[in-house]
């Protein structure tokens, strides 16, 4: 499966963004699918995950609370709603597809998408 992100850009402290992950290829609903981070000389880190019914999500500590993760398997697509953002989201952000048991393991994710970048100022 190919992975597109998109949707990031910069935006104030407080405020929201929308990212989009299209996927294309073999059949998306199959896979659960998550969304990492990376800031710059950071690990890449988790950010949220969802199962390939929608009925399961996990997240982050970091996130919980403000982000929310939601897919569209019809469209083949998976969302991330970032809503109070704050300058220590700022990374660039990976969505990913695996079949995994467990939705926050990196390691568990068998495609990458490009990464789209979130800047957010104080």
């Known amino acids: 499966v190919q992975l597109q992100a998109s949707g990031g850009g910069s935006v104030q402290a407080g405020g929201s963004l929308r990212l989009s992950c299209a996927a294309s290829g073999r059949t998306f609903a199959n896979y659960a699918m998550g969304w990492f981070r990376q800031a710059p000389g950071q690990e890449r880190e988790f950010v949220a995950g969802?199962?390939?019914?929608?009925?399961?999500?996990y997240y982050a500590a970091a996130v919980k609370g403000r982000f929310t993760i939601s897919r569209d398997n019809s469209k083949n697509t998976v969302y991330l709603q970032m809503n109070s953002l704050k300058p220590e989201d700022t990374a660039v952000y990976y969505c990913?597809?695996?079949?995994?048991?467990?939705?926050?393991?990196?390691?568990?994710?068998?495609?990458w998408g490009q990464g789209t970048l979130v800047t957010v100022s104080s």
């Open positions: 990913a597809a695996g079949h995994l048991k467990y939705l926050g393991i990196k390691s568990g994710y068998d495609h």
């Open positions: 969802i199962r390939w019914t929608g009925g399961s999500t």
